[in-house]
């Protein structure tokens, strides 16, 4: 089957916040009295939608949000990059990309612009705030590929989350899975997905599913 648009992750895949976004978030459960380590954090909130974090956090007091948005983007603006060999993935890339993130667009847009990535997607970025459900359900993907008019048999996901990963299957595209990530290989394994752990090998392995 011929493919016809990559849709991007963006956190975890295009750039590397996932480490920072969970000791930012690890510290700030633990400011509410959570017992909890980088790793369980990891393991229940890497790749899920705002609103589904929102729900496993509850009420909070004054501020608390403030504050954890605070430390966040000054941890982002401070040590934000691509992750390593991505750029030179997208040089190699023939077929049309859009990325498609359970993110704010105010984020997406901002983690971005700071790694220089931003015009490579100008106009082809979408968000969880665009559909009823966000990953894992499949409505983020299918809305982007009916956007960009492409069928999903005919598109290939890059994602390195157990949400994403299900939100690709359920939405009938081919996923490819990056394993050299903050994810355990193990929560990849069996999903459905072909993993991968060097962003270099991305091209030829959207040319082979051509």
Not at 5 to 23: H, N, Q
Request: with cysteine; aromatic share 6%; net charge negative.
């Amino acid at each position: 089957m011929a493919v016809d648009l990559v849709i991007f992750d963006c956190d975890g895949v295009l750039v590397d916040s996932e480490p920072i976004a969970t000791r930012v978030g690890t510290a700030a459960l633990r400011r509410l009295g959570w017992t909890i380590d980088e790793a369980e954090y990891a393991e229940r909130f890497v790749g899920c939608s705002n609103e589904y974090w929102a729900e496993q956090i509850g009420e909070t007091p004054p501020g608390w949000h403030e504050a954890l948005i605070d430390d966040f983007t000054e941890a982002m603006r401070a040590e934000l990059c691509a992750v390593a060999g991505i750029e030179a993935a997208l040089d190699r890339l023939t077929v049309p990309s859009c990325v498609a993130s359970n993110g704010r667009h105010v984020t997406i847009r901002r983690s971005l612009e700071l790694t220089g990535l931003a015009a490579r997607f100008t106009g082809r970025v979408f968000s969880a705030e665009d559909v009823a459900e966000g990953k894992p359900a499949p409505d983020l993907f299918l809305h982007a590929a009916a956007t960009m008019g492409a069928a999903p048999a005919t598109c290939v996901v890059v994602e390195d989350s157990p949400f994403g990963v299900k939100a690709a299957m359920s939405a009938g595209m081919r996923c490819l899975a990056f394993a050299g990530g903050l994810t355990p290989v193990s929560r990849l394994e069996g999903l459905g997905a072909t993993l991968f752990d060097d962003p270099a090998k991305l091209p030829d392995l959207i040319s082979a599913l051509d």
